[in-house]
Nanobody, 120 residues
Framework: VQLAESGGGLVQPGGSLRLVCAAS????????MGWYRQAPGKERELVAS???????NYADSVKERFTISRDYAKNTVYLQMNNLKPEDTAVYYC???????????????WGQGTQVTVSS
């Protein structure tokens, strides 16, 4: 299983970016998909996640600014980030908790990460 991320970059404060993560490989079913981030010198933290039935969870620091969504047919998750702030600067990692085969237990996979920099 591979998680391919795209959409990071440099943006000014108040700007927007959309991150995309597509899962590929042996996938029987996906339970959750989500985004984590890690800033220099800090621990990795949950940004947002969405479970199979569509319920979403957000970190308090991004509520009302970020929106997570899924395309179930494409095994893809999106993170729309609006009103970005300098403190949102971090490497953003895609995460998925999924079943590779019908007989598998759930396994967590990670993407390579994409840099988001918010600066004027």
């Amino acid at each position: 299983v591979q998680l391919a991320e795209s959409g990071g970059g440099l943006v000014q404060p108040g700007g927007s970016l959309r991150l995309v993560c597509a899962a590929s490989g042996d996938i029987f079913g996906i339970y959750t998909m989500g985004w984590y981030r890690q800033a220099p010198g800090k621990e990795r933290e949950l940004v947002a996640s969405i479970v199979s039935h569509g319920s979403a969870n957000y970190a308090d620091s991004v509520k009302e600014r970020f929106t997570i969504s899924r395309d179930y047919a494409k095994n893809t998750v999106y993170l729309q980030m609006n009103n970005l702030k300098p403190e949102d600067t971090a490497v953003y990692y895609c995460n998925s908790d999924l079943y590779e085969f019908y007989y598998s237990t759930r396994t967590i996979f990670w993407g390579q990460g994409t840099q988001v920099t918010v600066s004027s």
